[in-house]
């Protein structure tokens, strides 16, 4: 489960990565350090 601190304490890598909650939610973070929120979905 995403926390707000484990959000606020995400920091830019070499490579951009995901930090994944439940039911397709996602958070991605860049290397420029921006942050994006994605929900995958189907219908």
């Given at each position: 489960?995403?926390?707000?601190?484990?959000?606020?304490?995400?920091?830019?890598?070499?490579?951009?990565?995901?930090l994944?909650?439940?039911?397709?939610?996602?958070?991605?973070?860049?290397?420029?350090?921006?942050?994006?929120?994605?929900?995958?979905y189907?219908?």
């Amino acid at each position: 489960m995403l926390t707000d601190s484990k959000i606020r304490a995400a920091k830019p890598l070499a490579k951009s990565y995901k930090l994944t909650d439940a039911q397709g939610l996602y958070l991605t973070v860049s290397t420029s350090g921006s942050k994006l929120w994605y929900f995958r979905y189907r219908f």
